[in-house]
């Protein structure tokens, strides 16, 4: 069994998303009734959108990393859990004794729910599949016991494809892209935190009022408003602070110019390549919509979960998030008791706040604010699971960097699914799985029970949201 997992594995991780991911969107077009032609073709822009999007998204990832770096490097602040990013959690998570069971494991979750009618969601992003197998093997550190780390595993397989139906609408219709859902468990767990902060908000008067949206901030600004100059402006200013003290006169004034062309680039070209993948979408949507009509009489939704990459080139989401970088850095300074300190994966808050937007209505202000309270719980959070996140990277083979003594990430260290499901399984054994479950099915029946008042919740217009299958 073991080496027909690592077999899947292998095909996988060797052919890669941008390969593989047309593959599957082709197959799954043609199982929805999609003529072989008009599938063929959405596979192959959906991939070329991929490699676009990719590709802008580690320019981004160079820029930020290296502008973030160098502003911790100038506060010469030490803390000794190092942050060591998103790929070093994911090959952590597939490393471990879990990560060989996702795939198939996950698979079938999704398939079993979608039969029962408790999700409308098909998950094809494989390559996310880890964050699953991150918390399976963290509970697998805590507890020593695989079939925990499977069950739990599963759960959070659950848990993502809940969020990702519960979040799909209000997905659909602020970003335009129909049929989609994002079963990601960097973006999602954000959502109950940015409406509790949305309901705060709506009750204190002058902060309620603050209309801070893109298209409010483009018509007050004019040009310095647009997404574009938008980017420029605030890769100039974190260029300053980070290189401000980077050696001679032209080579702080290259890097601070770098910095602000690279980032306003990343405003510009990630919503192009966004557009490009909608035409891939667009004929799979129509052909699941038809598809749905003829089985089951037209009362039911189908969505195709993909990554929240697809989110993080809309100008409220992108700007939010360079903003929150230096936010980040000087919480690691002042927050009481925090051990973390932030360096590799600091590129990585535009995917965890991305999914506030719909929520904040686009406004800028309040998804830093809710962005703001989730690293700032976060950093609780990845202090108290680093010590069982250290086990599980050296359970997997992974070097610790030199000089630390734990390590963590924001992808999934500072979020609060991973800390719920290890707590409850090494508080409670087998019970907590019990709890986990309960919990997760006691949303499930009140999601179900009136889905369009949730959706709204999540920041989908009336006309929007859907009805119970």
Same mark, same amino acid.
């Given at each position: 069994?073991?080496?027909?997992?690592?077999?899947?594995?292998?095909?996988?991780?060797?052919?890669?998303?941008?390969?593989?991911?047309?593959?599957?969107?082709?197959?799954?077009?043609?199982?929805?009734?999609?003529?072989?032609?008009?599938?063929?073709?959405?596979?192959?822009?959906?991939?070329?959108?991929?490699?676009?999007?990719?590709?802008?998204?580690?320019?981004?990832?160079?820029?930020?990393?290296?502008?973030?770096?160098?502003?911790?490097?100038?506060?010469?602040?030490?803390?000794?859990?190092?942050?060591?990013?998103?790929?070093?959690?994911?090959?952590?998570?597939?490393?471990?004794?879990?990560?060989?069971?996702?795939?198939?494991?996950?698979?079938?979750?999704?398939?079993?729910?979608?039969?029962?009618?408790?999700?409308?969601?098909?998950?094809?992003?494989?390559?996310?599949?880890?964050?699953?197998?991150?918390?399976?093997?963290?509970?697998?550190?805590?507890?020593?016991?695989?079939?925990?780390?499977?069950?739990?595993?599963?759960?959070?397989?659950?848990?993502?494809?809940?969020?990702?139906?519960?979040?799909?609408?209000?997905?659909?219709?602020?970003?335009?892209?129909?049929?989609?859902?994002?079963?990601?468990?960097?973006?999602?767990?954000?959502?109950?935190?940015?409406?509790?902060?949305?309901?705060?908000?709506?009750?204190?008067?002058?902060?309620?009022?603050?209309?801070?949206?893109?298209?409010?901030?483009?018509?007050?600004?004019?040009?310095?408003?647009?997404?574009?100059?938008?980017?420029?402006?605030?890769?100039?200013?974190?260029?300053?602070?980070?290189?401000?003290?980077?050696?001679?006169?032209?080579?702080?004034?290259?890097?601070?110019?770098?910095?602000?062309?690279?980032?306003?680039?990343?405003?510009?070209?990630?919503?192009?390549?966004?557009?490009?993948?909608?035409?891939?979408?667009?004929?799979?949507?129509?052909?699941?919509?038809?598809?749905?009509?003829?089985?089951?009489?037209?009362?039911?939704?189908?969505?195709?979960?993909?990554?929240?990459?697809?989110?993080?080139?809309?100008? $409220? @989401?992108? #700007? &939010?998030?360079?903003? *929150?970088?230096?936010? !980040?850095?000087?919480?690691?300074? +002042?927050?009481? %008791?925090?051990?973390?300190?932030?360096?590799?994966?600091?590129?990585?808050?535009?995917?965890?706040?991305?999914?506030?937007?719909?929520?904040?209505?686009?406004?800028?202000?309040?998804?830093?604010?809710?962005?703001?309270?989730?690293?700032?719980?976060?950093?609780?959070?990845?202090?108290?699971?680093?010590?069982?996140?250290?086990? $599980? @990277?050296? #359970? &997997?083979?992974?070097? *610790?960097?030199?000089? !630390?003594?734990?390590?963590?990430? +924001?992808?999934? %260290?500072?979020?609060?699914?991973?800390?719920?499901?290890?707590?409850?399984?090494?508080?409670?054994?087998?019970?907590?799985?019990?709890?986990?479950?309960?919990?997760?099915?006691?949303?499930?029946?009140?999601?179900?029970?009136?889905?369009?008042?949730?959706?709204?919740?999540?920041?989908?217009?009336?006309?929007?949201?859907?009805? $119970?299958?």
């Amino acid at each position: 069994m073991d080496a027909v997992l690592s077999a899947i594995k292998t095909l996988f991780d060797t052919l890669g998303a941008t390969v593989m991911l047309p593959i599957i969107i082709f197959l799954l077009a043609l199982i929805l009734g999609a003529k072989p032609g008009r599938a063929f073709r959405a596979a192959v822009t959906i991939g070329v959108a991929f490699v676009g999007i990719n590709l802008v998204i580690g320019l981004m990832w160079s820029n930020l990393t290296e502008v973030a770096q160098a502003i911790v490097k100038n506060t010469g602040v030490t803390r000794d859990v190092v942050d060591v990013g998103w790929p070093s959690a994911a090959a952590i998570a597939f490393g471990s004794s879990v990560g060989l069971w996702v795939i198939p494991l996950t698979l079938v979750v999704n398939l079993v729910l979608l039969a029962l009618r408790l999700t409308r969601t098909l998950d094809v992003d494989v390559w996310n599949y880890w964050h699953f197998a991150f918390i399976g093997s963290l509970i697998v550190a805590g507890t020593g016991n695989l079939l925990y780390g499977l069950i739990g595993a599963a759960l959070a397989a659950a848990l993502a494809l809940f969020l990702g139906d519960w979040t799909a609408k209000a997905v659909q219709k602020f970003y335009g892209l129909p049929g989609i859902s994002i079963p990601h468990l960097t973006s999602a767990p954000i959502v109950p935190i940015a409406i509790a902060t949305n309901w705060v908000i709506e009750r204190i008067p002058g902060l309620r009022d603050a209309e801070w949206d893109t298209e409010t901030i483009r018509k007050r600004l004019g040009v310095f408003g647009e997404p574009v100059i938008l980017g420029l402006v605030i890769g100039l200013v974190l260029g300053a602070i980070a290189f401000y003290n980077a050696g001679d006169a032209m080579t702080v004034l290259a890097k601070v110019l770098g910095a602000g062309i690279n980032l306003a680039a990343v405003m510009l070209l990630l919503p192009r390549m966004v557009a490009i993948l909608m035409e891939g979408l667009i004929p799979i949507s129509e052909s699941a919509r038809e598809f749905m009509q003829k089985r089951a009489g037209g009362d039911r939704e189908f969505y195709i979960g993909l990554d929240s990459a697809i989110l993080i080139g809309h100008p $409220a @989401a992108i #700007a &939010s998030a360079l903003v *929150l970088v230096p936010i !980040a850095i000087l919480l690691s300074i +002042i927050l009481p %008791g925090n051990r973390v300190i932030l360096f590799a994966d600091l590129a990585v808050i535009p995917f965890v706040v991305a999914m506030t937007a719909p929520v904040m209505r686009g406004n800028v202000l309040r998804i830093v604010i809710a962005g703001t309270i989730t690293l700032a719980v976060g950093f609780y959070i990845a202090t108290s699971m680093a010590p069982l996140f250290t086990s $599980a @990277a050296v #359970a &997997s083979g992974f070097s *610790l960097p030199e000089g !630390a003594v734990q390590i963590t990430s +924001i992808a999934d %260290g500072f979020l609060w699914p991973p800390f719920l499901f290890v707590r409850t399984v090494m508080g409670l054994g087998a019970l907590g799985l019990v709890v986990l479950a309960a919990l997760l099915g006691v949303a499930l029946f009140f999601f179900l029970r009136n889905t369009k008042a949730w959706e709204a919740a999540a920041g989908a217009p009336a006309e929007a949201t859907a009805s $119970a299958d």
